[in-house]
Each structure stands twice: as C-alpha cells, then as structure tokens.
C-alpha cells in the first residue's frame, strides 16, 4: 500500500517538515558524492550498536562523535527508494502534526523521536557491528502522533493490482494501524537474527510519538514559534480534494462540496478533485472562476448517476469559502 494523500488539509505551510525533507534529499547528493568512501562515511554517521559497547570499537570515537551520529543516522539514507518511501511518509503525516504542535515544538518532537528510534535499535542490537540509517524512526513517531489526532482522517491509498493502479480511501487508524502491526510482526520474528531493517526503531520512535503528543499540552508555545505560524498561514486548500458525492430518490444529479480559501476566491484557481462513487475512483481537473462566491454552484455536466434513459446527471459542487 502507498499513501498519496491524507484528506485533512493542515492550515499553515509546513516549513519545519519541509525543511526537514530538503536536508535529507541535500544530505543524499553528498552521499552519492562520497565514491569509494561511503562505507566509511555511514560507518561514522550512522549508528553503529558496537561502537557504544564494544570497548576495542568505541575507543576510536570521542563522546561528541558517538551522541552526534545519534542525530545524523536520522537524515542519512540507504538508497533512492529508502529515501523517497520515508520522505512521502513523512511528507503526508508530518504537515499536520506540526500544524497542532507548532514548528518549533515540532521540530524537537521529531529529533526527540528520532534519537529514542536509534537508542531502541541499540538495546536490542547491542552487539551488531552493522550501521542503521535512516529516518523510518523520526517518521514512525509523526504517524504514531497523526493516529492520535486524527485517528477518522481518510489516506488516499495506491494498492497496485498485478499492473492496474487502484486507489482507495482508508481511514488513518486502519492504515497506520496495519502499519504498527506489521512492524511489531518483524520484529518479533527478527529477535535474535541479523536484519537489515531497524524494526524496533520503528516501533519505539512510534510509541513515542504518541508520548511526546500525549505530553504537549504541558509544553508551552513560544512568542517566536507564535509569530512563525502568523507568517505560514496557508492562503490555499490543497490542490488536490476528495469530493464525496450523495444522491438520492429519482434525482440523476450528484451533489457534493469543494472548499477554498477567500483568496482564491478573488482570484480563481485549479483543483484535481478525486470522486469515489461506487467502483469508480475518478481524478478530474477544474477551474474555479475568479469573483466566485460562498454558496455558488459549479456544474460537472455528466458526473452524475446514469439514468434509465441512458443519460447521466451532473455534479453540482457547492463553493465553501473557508477562511
């Protein structure tokens, strides 16, 4: 399964999880630039469980270089598709958990959670000379935070059948839920072999996550953290939005809802609006005029229900401007 996106739009611009995406892709390009030396570089900045329990190992490293690759293992990443998998994860879950906590408060909420990924991989590694990398810990612990929030929240889901896409909305708590469970499962078949995935990162970064979230209340916002989100209120919803149509009796025509902003009121916009109506699950482009008001109806001719006749209804969607 491969979330595309969640459907509840975060109200301001998510500038500490982007930033946090940005060095991670940065990071990646240097280490592809490493050649020969790679090994080499993860052995250093990765976490490497020997290196804090093996006395003939650690004795290479200084304090600071063995607390500063429990920070960096989180931003390195084994490959393409390690990177780009952590970063969609991150990037679906992570907007609307710094929305509720804040950026700053977000930003330690992720390092927090990444640095208790790593020391689980420790406890039950504790021997392994092999280096851990990546931020599937950091990451675990923003979905352990967004199954708390927004545990009825819908995840645009891809569930590739053979060769044919298919896309369907699951609600977060089974999505991520299924998730945790499969981790739990790995791990507990992983105890006491060697496997390439830090499964008890994942886990302990998750049960974290819901920690820190559980405790936030008694963290006080800054002054500055206050201002940032002043400057990051979103002047758009989401370019892409889940319209849920209803019907009903005799009437051929779909009804459903589409929500923007009062600046795109003003000047107009593009949306992709995804319809799920029975077995269709249906992407289409529209424009939204400029001038519109609340409560005007656009008109999608032949999106509705197919009549005895033959012909099919239309969709009328009702403009909601959400400030």
């Known amino acids: 399964m491969f979330p595309i996106r969640d459907t509840t739009p975060s109200k301001n611009y998510p500038v500490v ?11 990646f390009l240097i ?10 570089f993860i052995y250093i900045y990765g976490i490497v469980p020997a290196r804090y329990s093996v006395d003939r190992i650690s004795s290479y490293f200084t304090f600071k270089q063995q607390f500063f690759s429990l920070l960096s293992f989180m931003f390195l990443h084994g ?7 952590n970063m969609l994860f991150l990037y679906i879950f992570g907007d609307n958990v710094e929305d509720r906590l804040g950026h700053i408060n977000y930003l330690f909420f992720y390092i927090a959670c ?7 991989h420790l406890t039950f590694n504790i ?5 851990t990398i990546g931020a599937s810990g950091a990451v675990a612990g923003v979905m352990g935070a967004y199954l708390i929030l927004y545990p009825r929240s819908k995840i645009l889901t891809l569930i590739p059948i053979i060769f044919i896409p298919y896309f369907i909305e699951l609600p977060a708590f089974f999505f991520i839920g299924s998730w945790f469970v499969l981790q739990l499962l790995n791990a507990a078949s992983s105890l006491g072999n060697a496997s390439h995935i830090a499964w008890w990162a994942h886990i302990g970064g998750f049960v974290f996550g819901i920690i820190f979230l559980k405790l936030s209340p008694f963290i006080p916002e800054t002054k500055f953290s ?9 002047r758009k919803t989401p370019r892409l939005q889940v319209i849920r149509p209803v019907g009903s009796g005799y009437d051929h025509n779909l009804y459903g809802t589409i929500i923007i902003t009062p600046y795109e009121a003003l000047t107009g916009t593009r949306k992709m609006v995804n319809i799920p109506w029975g077995f269709n699950n ?4 529209i424009k939204i005029p400029q001038g519109i008001k609340g409560g005007n109806t656009l008109r999608l001719k032949e999106l509705g229900k197919l009549s005895p006749t033959g012909t099919k209804g239309d969709l009328m969607l009702k403009v909601t401007v959400q400030s």
């Open 17 to 27: 999880n982007n930033t946090i995406i940005g060095i991670c892709a940065a990071v």
């Open 127 to 131: 021997q392994s000379n092999t280096p």
């Open 282 to 285: 249906k992407f289409y482009n």
């Open 226 to 234: 206050d201002k940032i989100r002043m400057t990051t209120k979103k």
């Open 79 to 85: 490959g393409f598709w390690h990177l780009i998998s």
């Open 114 to 120: 990444g640095i208790v990924s790593g020391l689980c």
């Open 31 to 40: 280490e592809l630039s490493q050649g020969a030396g790679l090994d080499r």
